[in-house]
């Protein structure tokens, strides 16, 4: 009977705490991310008062099986349902996030990385993603300078920093041409179609290329002409800036390339050109040193021995003879190749090659392209004839067979700031300097006397338009986590990633506080830097949250049978103490 009581004991005891379980459940019915949980019993031990015996062969008897009371239940395991996704709820804020698959938010509050499902973020007054129930920041990964995600060690992801406040201006470096030239619109037979093109400097400011399209007297071509560049108030500022087109490349003035090296010729101070392409010096001591392109032999220089030939290129501001020689390729003006140009002739200026101070015209570059003075190929300048085909009415090319065409644009004033640098100096994809312009979508057909051409910034996928300064207009959250700024001059910027936790046995981790887990030694470790939640299919939805995954009617169920199991453990109880008193009533 004693035993029969602690059995009843037992009962009572397992059965409150499966109460406490699913009462547990109930109450976090509308917790977001809530996994419930539930309990399962197990035998609490047996006495055994006759152990089994086998089989005797010699008296013929059997063998008996063991003889074992038991003495009550226990709790065996706690699990959480942590697989079962819960139902899906509406917010319309752009920071609730819902978890798709068996992946964890990473957030942390200053005590360590802690793992959530709980997506209900906003953001704080530092610009940090947050956890709105208790301030957790939520972890993610950065952008580096090239705007691409770093996965390495989470960290908290501040998206509205002063710096991802605004969007930074970008050079215009591609523009198009379309429609229709019509060799009888009386635009293009008078003054020229007029063809505005609107591009960006590196700072934002927006400029206005005014072109015209000007009928010739032979069929199919035209002149193209840049006739002023236009600020963003429209004002003419051709005085300030120098604007060219051309279909080969351009040479920016302020640039150290080396056409622009061989341009100058700037011989080091002291030194004095001869006509005869040698170089003199006075020394300190009275004496002369004079330096020649012939000289044979080596001179000692802070004690190390150096060609002549190589001192007298460097007196000239090249590296060595050898570079020298590199940058005077050069033509006769007949358009053949001229090797062996005697030096001193180029030096001199003689023969229509540059002189020394820049004056003359036509100084070849290694490539053994023509130049003039200004710093632009001689097939550039302020015009370019544009040729199309008779028959179909496409076009031919631009100055030749090229289907584009180059706007370059430096200061009139030397030495001065260029906004234009990137455009004038790096050029576009293909290598060429300045704003690459396309023609190939324009046609010479008939379109009742009306010509429709016209610019866009921009080649036909969109790239290189360029744009102004852009303030923050919205954020949005993809599906993968990555977060996109958008800004008000119609670009996007990625401001982060979140990352997600993902572990061998998520029915591991340990419930703390506040929607939170923590690792254990049975969930496996979080390495610091998480996975991309689409790697394995799983995915974000914005503007929804995860609801319990509480199921009311197995938890009412479960009441019924828990409610039945504490009585029947208690009628044990009962029962026990009625045969106890009986067993005393036996002496009167």
């Known amino acids: 009977m004693m035993r029969s009581l602690f059995a009843g004991v037992a009962g009572l005891k397992t059965h409150q705490v499966k109460m406490d379980v699913i009462g547990n459940n109930i109450a976090n019915v509308n917790t977001v991310g809530y996994k419930s949980q539930s309990i399962n019993f197990s035998e609490l031990m047996y006495q055994t008062t006759q152990a089994a015996s086998g089989p005797n062969p010699e008296t013929g008897r059997a063998g008996q099986n063991a003889k074992q009371i038991g003495l009550g239940v226990q709790s065996a395991a706690i699990t959480t349902n942590i697989e ?149 108030n429209n004002e003419d500022v051709s005085d300030k800036y120098e604007a060219n087109i051309f279909t080969g490349s351009a040479v920016d003035k302020t640039s150290n390339v080396p056409v622009a090296k061989a341009k100058s010729f700037g011989l080091a101070d002291g030194w004095n050109l001869a006509a005869n392409g040698s170089i003199t010096k006075q020394n300190a ?18 004690g190390k021995e150096v060609n002549k030939t190589d001192l007298y290129a460097q007196a000239w501001g090249f590296d060595d003879w050898n570079d020298l020689k590199s940058r005077m390729v050069s033509t006769q003006g007949t358009g053949t190749e001229a ?36 710093g632009y190929f001689k ?6 004839l544009v040729n199309y ?58 379109n009742e006397r009306k010509s429709t051409i016209s610019g866009v910034s921009g080649d036909d996928q969109g790239f290189g338009t360029g744009w102004a300064v852009g303030a923050m207009t919205g954020v949005s959250i993809q599906a993968d986590g990555k977060i996109f700024g958008a800004y008000d001059n119609g670009q996007t910027k990625l401001l982060g990633q979140i990352a997600t936790a993902q572990f061998s046995n998520p029915a591991g981790l340990e419930k703390t506080s506040d929607n939170l887990y923590q690792a254990t030694l049975n969930s496996g470790k979080f390495d610091g830097i998480g996975v991309d939640i689409s790697s394995d299919g799983g995915s974000m939805s914005t503007g929804v949250l995860e609801m319990s995954n509480v199921d009311l009617s197995s938890e009412f169920t479960s009441l019924i049978t828990t409610q039945r199991g504490f009585q029947a ?12 008193e009986e067993l005393v009533n036996l002496k009167r």
């Open 84 to 232: 079962l996704q819960g139902s899906s709820q509406n917010t319309g804020n752009a920071f609730d996030l819902r978890i798709s698959g068996s992946n964890f938010f990473v957030v942390n509050g200053g005590d360590g990385n802690k793992f959530t499902r709980d997506g209900s973020f906003y953001v704080d007054a530092a610009g940090n993603l947050a956890m709105s129930s208790n301030g957790y920041n939520v972890m993610g990964w950065q952008v580096d300078k090239n705007g691409d995600i770093v996965q390495d060690n989470v960290s908290k992801l501040q998206i509205l920093s002063e710096a991802n406040m605004t969007s930074e201006p970008q050079l215009t470096s591609r523009a198009t041409m379309n429609g229709i030239v019509d060799k009888n619109d009386p635009q293009v037979l008078g003054d020229g179609k007029i063809i505005n093109l609107q591009i960006y400097d590196n700072l934002g400011y927006s400029y206005t290329a005014r072109f015209r399209m000007v009928g010739t007297d032979n069929e199919g071509q035209y002149s193209l002409e840049l006739d002023k560049l236009l600020d963003s």
């Open 285 to 302: 001591d009275g004496s002369t040193t004079t330096r020649t392109p012939n000289d044979t032999g080596t001179e000692t220089v802070d």
């Open 379 to 384: 097939d550039g300048g302020k015009a370019l």
């Open 339 to 374: 090797n062996n140009v005697s030096l001193a002739t180029i030096l001199t200026g003689g023969g229509g090659y540059t002189k020394p101070d820049g004056t003359a015209a036509n100084v070849i570059d290694v490539d053994k392209r023509t130049i003039n003075v200004d």
């Open 389 to 446: 085909d008779q028959i179909s009415g496409a076009l031919k090319g631009v100055n030749g067979t090229s289907k584009t065409f180059n706007l370059g644009i430096q200061p009139t004033t030397k030495g001065a700031d260029n906004p234009f640098s990137m455009a004038s100096a790096q050029g576009d994809d293909q290598g060429k300097p300045g704003i690459r312009v396309d023609m190939s979508n324009t046609s010479n057909v008939n």
């Open 569 to 580: 453990n208690s009628r044990i109880i009962t029962v026990s103490d009625t045969l106890l």
